[in-house]
């Protein structure tokens, strides 16, 4: 039987030790979650460039600068979101980058909108299912799905692309960029810096 300063001691054990654990794992987490960014700081720079030749064609290519924007939008939402957070739940390195590279190979954005939605709530508070690009009255889902539907129009039925959707794409992408990928980095203590390099 032990005693009363035995126990006491005990109890403090547990509390502490519970606590430590506690911090363990929310630090492992945090760090394996960064992980992916710090291993590939240059991971936006593509996206970040393509967003920029855009928007020089925006005026006299509104279809060369569409096309250009719903590629920024479908890879930064893959690759800049989804692969590095992926990646990061899975604790082994080999795995890891296995499964995070069978997320973003298929195509489509549809079929990753739920586990977007759950990224973007839980590292950056933004719900990608009510989210709207300041001033706009559609959210930016069924923007992109408007996007997506003129990009096709442009590649499969050779249509040219006005100017009101080339805007509306600049201003999606540019949210992809500015909110998305920015918001998530912000949690992970992480930073977009000009020309799309990430850093601590």
């Given at each position: ?15 502490i030790y ?88 298929n195509n ?19 719900d990608i ?72």
């Amino acid at each position: 039987m032990n005693t009363p300063d035995e126990d006491a001691r005990d109890n403090w054990y547990s509390e502490i030790y519970d606590e430590i654990s506690s911090e363990a794992i929310t630090e492992f987490t945090f760090e394996r979650l960064r992980s992916y960014y710090l291993k590939h700081p240059l991971l936006a720079k593509d996206v970040i460039a393509i967003y920029f030749e855009a928007r020089a064609l925006s005026e006299s290519s509104p279809t060369a600068a569409l096309l250009l924007y719903t590629t920024v939008i479908e890879v930064g939402l893959k690759t800049t979101l989804l692969k590095p957070v992926i990646y990061g739940l899975v604790h082994n390195e080999f795995v890891a980058e296995l499964v995070s590279e069978l997320v973003v190979k298929n195509n489509g954005l549809d079929r990753f909108q739920k586990i977007l939605a759950l990224i973007m709530q839980e590292y950056s508070d933004i719900d990608i299912e009510k989210f709207k690009v300041q001033g706009h009255s559609k959210t930016i889902w069924e923007e992109i799905n408007l996007i997506q539907r003129a990009r096709n129009a442009v590649a499969h039925r050779a249509e040219l692309a006005t100017l009101e959707i080339a805007v509306l794409a600049k201003e999606v992408a540019g949210s992809i960029i500015t909110d998305f990928l920015q918001g998530v980095l912000t949690d992970f203590g992480l930073q977009l810096q000009k020309g799309g390099e990430i850093a601590a």
